[in-house]
């Protein structure tokens, strides 16, 4: 049964950041073959569509004047399994870090190292969440989606979502456009495991483990994502506020010969990611709080609202970051929750 809409509706328990702001009209997605009549009423009724899976990445710098689909469809289905491989189909509005934990005791493995991310299953391909050397898009095979333009369902391969660092067809052609309904991922019952990245690394050893299970990669990341990160419920965040940036190879040998400590990565054709926390952090930025808008004292790259920050609050302290990590080392920091301003 199609839940009824919700007229000047509070969006402050909606979104990680507890920002405050309404929305002209809260509709509950809870089957997603509703869409077709719901995005037809959204429109209908007027104003821009937004589409809400767990409110984890985005920053509410003003009020919708539209609706707001908030997608809460669950279920998970078997489609296939041959060998040890499987192929499991996830509702849009299931919990990311339950589905982890569910698939991780059915034994299906592979999604252990991106335990504890907050958010829903259908919002993790729009950005391609990815944490400690896995990201979505390695275990993914496709997405069903409802295109509300052109008003069909489409499946996307692995591929066609062109998923790049926190990037995919979601965030352009299809963004505004195509409602993920579901999330179909490649996952094995063989018990590899992918733990080279240096945090996790130590936490393992530090735990004494040696023959590493995917269960003790799931732990050690929950150990070190609660050590570092700060759990939402508690402290309002939207994780990363920033991408980290990615440097052309002579900008990156620019910055690394005058910064040689500067955290770094390689990335693909010769180009660096560089840490945006190690930026942020050298600028001192660390713990700073202004009102209620603060950085986070653990982890430079999130910011969070100590209660009562607003938008404004929230991104004047953003924007001043970007420009003092400009003015000392050259490098522009990008956003990397979806702003409505
Ligand atoms: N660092 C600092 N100061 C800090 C924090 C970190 O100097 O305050 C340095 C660390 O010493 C380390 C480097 O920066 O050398 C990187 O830090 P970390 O390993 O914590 O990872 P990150 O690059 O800051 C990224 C993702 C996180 C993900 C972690 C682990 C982005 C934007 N962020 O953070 O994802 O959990 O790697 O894989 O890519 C998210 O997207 O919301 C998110 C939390």
Redesign the pocket.
């Given at each position: 049964m199609i839940q009824p809409v919700q007229t000047d509706a509070d969006l402050r328990h909606l979104n990680t950041l507890h920002l405050p702001a309404h929305a002209a009209r809260l509709q509950p997605v809870d089957d997603a073959s509703d869409l077709p009549t719901l995005t037809q009423a959204a429109r209908d009724a007027g104003g821009p569509v937004l589409v809400l899976g767990g409110g984890s990445n985005i920053v509410f710098g003003r009020n919708v004047d539209g609706t707001v689909l908030h997608m809460r469809t669950l279920g998970i289905d078997l489609l296939a399994q041959s060998g040890n491989d499987v192929l499991v189909s996830v509702a849009a509005g299931e919990n990311w870090h339950d589905w982890v934990a569910r698939a991780l005791a059915h034994g299906w493995h592979g999604l252990e190292n991106l335990a504890l991310i907050p958010g829903t299953v259908g919002a993790a391909p729009v950005q391609n969440i990815?944490?400690?050397g896995v990201e979505l898009i390695d275990r993914l095979d496709h997405v069903d989606a409802w295109d509300m333009t052109d008003r069909r369902w489409l499946r996307l391969s692995a591929d066609e979502c062109r998923a790049g660092y926190?990037d995919s067809v979601f965030k352009h052609e299809l963004a505004q456009r195509a409602i993920i309904t579901r999330v179909a991922f490649r996952l094995t019952t063989e018990a590899r495991v992918r733990c080279d990245?240096a945090?996790l690394q130590r936490e393992l050893s530090s735990r004494g483990v040696t023959q590493v299970t995917p269960q003790h990669v799931f732990d050690a990341v929950c150990a070190v994502r609660r050590a570092?990160?700060p759990d939402p419920a508690v402290l309002g965040n939207a994780?990363?506020f920033?991408?980290?940036p990615v440097l052309p190879a002579a900008d990156a040998a620019r910055l690394l010969a005058a910064h040689p400590d500067a955290?770094h990565y390689p990335a693909a054709h010769g180009a660096v990611k560089v840490?945006?926390?190690?930026l942020i952090?050298q600028c001192g930025w660390?713990g700073a709080r202004r009102g209620d808008a603060g950085v986070h004292d653990r982890?430079?790259?999130v910011l969070v609202n100590h209660g009562e920050a607003s938008a404004a609050d929230l991104l004047g302290l953003a924007a001043d970051i970007q420009a003092s990590v400009q003015a000392r080392f050259g490098v522009t920091l990008e956003p990397?929750p979806l702003i409505l301003r």
């Open positions: 990815g944490a400690y926190r990245y945090d570092k990160l994780g990363s920033f991408r980290n955290a840490a945006a926390a190690w952090d660390k982890q430079a790259l990397e």
